[in-house]
T-cell receptor
Framework: QKEVEQDPGPLSVPEGAIVSLNCTYSNSAFQYFMWYRQYSRKGPELLMY????GNKEDGRFTAQVDKSSKYISLFIRDSQPSDSATYLCAMTGGFKTIFGAGTRLFVKA | DGGITQSPKYLFRKEGQNVTLSCEQN?????MYWYRQDPGQGLRLIYYSQIVNDFQKGDIAEGYSVSREKKESFPLTVTSAQKNPTAFYLC???????????FGPGTRLTVL
């Protein structure tokens, strides 16, 4: 079993839709949870960073962490074509960061 | 303007050749990392360094080598021993080991 599971998609939605991206993990030692956005042929860029269970909001993006279920989510409201990218979840504990495989998102105009 | 630079953006290598990928950061970060990204897979850690003149193997270090002579620089050499080197290589850095990682733009290596 992989330490982090993420559905690779692709996920295709119309402009304006609410997008839900998810990851599950198995190692309860993970303490910090991140979401990265990666455009084609570019390096990942940090979107959201959370530590505790609960929600964190930044503009159209909301990150949700449920440590009891070992489940994290990223919600994108009012999705735009410019949100089309691959979204990677990541989590860290100790000296190691584990990345999900990434979900490819397409937002159609 | 602080950040991480990687060069070259695209690199072509003939089988049997060693090539070196450059990674430079001006963020004053102590820790630096090299990842490999293949389609449909997560980032896989090749090597990491927490301090100058020290580095550790990651999950897939075979066929790769690194050096960390300066805080700002962490070059990666892909040797001829790496059997399947065609991939997208990403360099990252953090202030500390549990901090979030900041990535460079990547180098796409193709073996001809």
């Amino acid at each position: 079993q992989k330490e982090v599971e993420q559905d690779p998609g692709p996920l295709s939605v119309p402009e304006g839709a609410i997008v839900s991206l998810n990851c599950t993990y198995s190692n309860s030692a993970f303490q910090y949870f991140m979401w990265y956005r990666q455009y084609s042929r570019k390096g990942p860029e940090l979107l959201m960073y959370t530590y505790s269970s609960g929600n964190k909001e930044d503009g159209r993006f909301t990150a949700q962490v449920d440590k009891s279920s070992k489940y994290i989510s990223l919600f994108i409201r009012d999705s735009q074509p410019s949100d089309s990218a691959t979204y990677l979840c990541a989590m860290t504990g100790g000296f190691k960061t584990i990345f999900g495989a990434g979900t490819r998102l397409f937002v159609k105009a | 303007d602080g950040g991480i630079t990687q060069s070259p953006k695209y690199l072509f290598r003939k089988e049997g050749q060693n090539v070196t990928l450059s990674c430079e950061q001006n963020l004053n970060h102590d820790a630096m990392y090299w990842y490999r990204q293949d389609p449909g897979q997560g980032l896989r850690l090749i090597y990491y360094s927490q301090i100058v003149n020290d580095f550790q193997k990651g999950d897939i270090a075979e066929g790769y080598s690194v050096s960390r002579e300066k805080k700002e620089s962490f070059p990666l050499t892909v040797t001829s021993a790496q059997k399947n080197p065609t991939a997208f290589y990403l360099c990252a850095s953090t202030e500390g080991p549990t901090d979030t990682q900041y990535f460079g733009p990547g180098t796409r290596l193709t073996v001809l």
